[in-house]
């Protein structure tokens, strides 16, 4: 896999989550023109990105903001069984640690920090504008 997108509308809130959680700026900028329309299949496309990813580059997130063509508004507080892609995970070494720096910058967990067996410790938080991530912790 090269990358996952996720559309927002505040970029710079989206950039700084994904940052918490680890993952590092890997560029980013300006699309706009008809070839991007012609890929996506939308017209008048001026979308700004921020591309995200581990230090040792495996698969990224590509944060999207458009700024053209307007979208309907969408339902941010999807629950967990939504149809569609619904969720990204993140494995973390201290599933403690990493819960509390977001609960710092105002992110809540959806429901708890459980158990799975003896292999992983895990929870879902919801992210800026109803990204859910789920953070595992390998036992």
Not at 18 to 35: H, I, K, R
Not at 75 to 91: C, E, K, Y
Request: net charge negative.
């Amino acid at each position: 896999m090269d990358h996952v997108g996720i559309v927002v509308e505040d970029l710079t809130a989206a950039v700084e989550f994904f940052v918490e959680l680890g993952l590092e700026p890997q560029g980013g900028g300006l699309v706009e023109g008809d070839w991007v329309g012609r890929v996506i299949g939308l017209d008048e496309v001026r979308a700004e990105i921020a591309m995200l990813g581990p230090a040792d580059g495996q698969a990224r997130i590509e944060l999207v903001k458009f700024h053209s063509p307007p979208s309907e508004a969408a339902d941010r507080q999807m629950p967990s069984n939504a149809p569609g892609i619904r969720h990204v995970t993140f494995r973390v070494d201290d599933l403690d640690t990493t819960v509390a720096g977001l609960r710092a910058r105002g992110f809540e967990l959806v429901g708890e920090i459980e158990q799975y067996e003896d292999s992983f410790r895990l929870c879902y938080v919801r992210g800026p504008e109803g990204i859910l991530v789920e953070l595992a912790q390998a036992l």
